[in-house]
């Protein structure tokens, strides 16, 4: 059935934006009318969709106020969207501010004498909304409300599902939905050309690559600790993509390592698939995860990923089977486990192929956008039924 969605999500550059983002191309693409609420084109919106509208969220700032009030432009413009599109449903990526603000927003429509449908409120959690706003006392109880007054609630990972009820003490069902990527796109490309550029005309030099917003919980000072031990093994190169508030401490690190010619900042690029088909092997020591959908991405490319064995990676790698994980912070052991893939050829082959095959057998559009619809049938027959 054809579901009238508004979809609200940040902008920038982060897995809750990317699957948000995702998500409503996918379902505009299946035929639903998709409107999506963010402040700005979020990232990886990329070209036109027919039944994709993007709805920006304008906060002004009044003398009166200490900060931009965020929260209550989006609840504003939620009631505006799905009152001028009659919405069914209105997916919050993000527990605070943006399923607060569904909430809300749900209640003004309901208080309205304008006769407007009440939209259901579905819930993603995607990870530091709940360890780490969520675990905040300043905003504890401003999540677990917006999670409880929600229609529905889906996590991405079984392992933050466990993290919001014991974190939270959340005892409501919370469906566990996991991150998807669009498997027709995500396929090794072959680019000698963008290879020699940054690995150079000799045919040993192997390429690292790390994708992320560089926040400190990518732990990034692990990644180029990990690719020095790499680096005085053999020939290589190191591509980090992306940008935030470490970029400083890797520039810092690479240049005490002496390592500042074989280290690349490439910057924040929306479509980093190119960068993925040139690497030999993928670096993600994160703190948490709550899924790991740089891992995911770079396993379609048939990229061997060294990760952590922290938060929701392991329901995406097998360890000795379609990658490796090793306890936060144990560089050497994933240094170890990165030169066994980069000097075994057989390994990295065997890794490669079954990292491929577990990300399209369990994370493809095709498998997990129908889990989505058959939640937003459920919660809007819910709805009806009251009303």
């Known amino acids: 059935m054809r579901t009238h969605v508004g979809i609200v999500c940040y902008a920038s550059m982060g897995g809750s934006g990317i699957v948000a983002t995702e998500l409503a191309k996918a379902l505009a693409d299946r035929d639903h009318d998709v409107h999506l609420i963010s402040t700005d084109p979020p990232f990886r919106l990329g070209g036109f969709h027919p039944r994709l509208t993007l709805h920006q969220v304008q906060t002004p700032s009044y003398p009166l106020f200490h900060e931009p009030q965020y929260l209550l432009s989006v609840a504003n413009r939620i009631v505006q969207v799905a009152r001028e599109q009659r919405l069914d449903v209105v997916h919050a990526h993000y527990a605070v501010p943006h399923a607060t603000a569904a909430v809300l927003a749900r209640q003004v429509l309901g208080a309205s004498s304008l006769g407007a449908a009440v939209p259901a409120v579905v819930t993603t959690l995607h990870g530091t909304d709940i360890t780490v706003v969520g675990a905040d006392p300043s905003y504890s109880e401003i999540v677990a409300f917006s999670i409880a007054e929600s229609d529905a609630v889906t996590a991405v990972s079984h392992s933050l599902r466990q993290a919001t009820s014991t974190d939270l003490g959340v005892t409501r069902a919370i469906d566990v939905i996991p991150n998807f990527l669009d498997c027709a796109a995500y396929e090794r490309l072959n680019l000698p050309d963008l290879r ?192």
């Open 196 to 387: 020699r550029r940054y690995a150079g005309d000799d045919v040993r030099t192997r390429v690292v690559a790390h994708v992320s917003n560089f926040r400190p919980v990518k732990r990034i000072d692990s990644v180029v600790q990990i690719f020095a031990r790499i680096a005085a093994e053999m020939p290589a190169v190191l591509l980090l993509v992306g940008d935030g508030p470490e970029i400083a401490t890797a520039r810092r690190l690479t240049h005490q390592l002496d390592l500042a010619t074989q280290v690349h900042f490439v910057g924040v690029h929306d479509n980093v698939l190119p960068l993925l088909s040139i690497a030999d092997l993928f670096l993600l020591p994160s703190s948490q995860e709550s899924f790991g959908l740089a891992a995911a991405e770079a396993m379609a490319c048939g990229v061997p990923v060294v990760a952590s064995n922290a938060g929701g990676l392991p329901e995406v790698i097998d360890h000795g089977e379609t990658g490796f994980l090793h306890r936060v912070g144990d560089v050497d052991a994933m240094a170890g486990s990165a030169v066994a893939l980069l000097t075994d050829s057989g390994l990295h082959a065997r890794i490669a192929r079954a990292a491929a095959q577990r990300v399209r057998e369990r994370f493809c559009a095709e498998r997990v956008v129908p889990m989505y619809e058959a939640l937003y049938d459920r919660v809007t027959a819910g709805e009806r039924a009251r009303r």
